[in-house]
């Protein structure tokens, strides 16, 4: 296991925004994902891993489909660090039509303990890697005209500096602020579109669920404020009367967005 990409320089460009100081050991890293999928992985116990020629990057699926050719299947999920500072954002962007969006917090190192152990038992080998690491936004545009292109890209022989362009993209997007979790596994299925790692105990690990803010036309229609707060119990009760662990059930706090009031 390897989170050589996380680095004091790195670690740097996030402290900025936090009062705190800011270690491996206390970072908290946010996921966004669609109501149904978090409900999947809540019911089934487990991470979703895609594979990352699937995200719509033709840099990454080049990089993907060079380690293919050199024997691995990989699979990564993305987090971000600035979940809350950048919150309006990623409601937005991470939205598809007539889908409602949820996410979850919990710390950079307990997900990591998990890991390890959780791929193990699901890929039934040992002939892996895992590598983990914030992304560096340094990428221009020209770079991948002249430097890294696709063609490039094919020919490169280095395993581990294939595995680190999987943590570098375009400047553009560094308001997203991701931290990466990449599995690079030996002779797999090249193809696979995804890897459920299971086993993950998730109830130890997800403690706080938060629901997208409600939509503006119903805003509209609750102006009153018991109208809106009945509603949003009902959204909430909804979303829990969907997860079958009883246990977890319990134990799990969820709320509406606190962007909630804010009219987009």
């Known amino acids: 296991m390897s989170d050589k990409f996380i680095n004091e320089s790195l670690l740097a460009e996030i402290k900025k925004y936090y009062a705190s100081e800011l270690t491996k050991e206390n970072l908290c890293i946010t996921r966004y994902l669609k109501s149904e999928d978090l409900l999947k992985s809540l ?7 895609s594979n990352p020629a699937n995200w719509d990057d033709p840099f990454e699926e080049a990089v993907v489909r060079r380690l293919n050719v050199r024997g691995y299947s990989v699979f990564g999920i993305c987090f971000t660090t600035s979940a809350y500072r950048n919150e309006e954002a990623f409601w937005r962007t991470c939205k598809e039509e007539n889908k409602f ?15 390890n152990s959780a791929v193990k038992s699901t890929l039934k080998t040992e002939d892996y890697k895992i590598y ?7 990428l221009q545009r020209k770079d991948l005209e002249k430097d890294l292109t696709s063609k490039a890209i094919s020919q490169m022989t280095d395993d581990e500096e ?13 308001y997203e602020n991701e931290l990466r979790v990449i599995i690079k596994v030996k002779n797999g299925s090249k193809d696979e579109p995804y890897l459920n790692v299971g086993n993950f105990n998730l109830k130890t690990l997800i403690k706080h669920v938060r629901l997208e803010p409600l939509p503006k036309n119903i805003l509209k229609m609750l102006e009153d404020d018991a109208l809106r707060t ?3 119990e009902k959204y909430i009760k909804s979303f829990t009367e969907e997860i079958k662990n009883e246990e977890l059930k319990k134990s799990l706090k969820i709320t509406v967005s606190r962007l909630d009031d804010f009219e987009f």
């Open 162 to 174: 294939l595995v680190k362009l999987l943590f570098r993209k375009r400047v553009a997007y560094s």
């Open 101 to 115: 969006l949820s996410s979850f917090s919990f710390k950079y190192s307990s997900f990591m303990e998990h890991l």
């Open 43 to 49: 019911n089934g116990d487990y991470m979703y891993f």
């Open 230 to 232: 009945t509603f949003k």
């Open 132 to 138: 983990s690491g914030l992304v560096d936004y340094s």
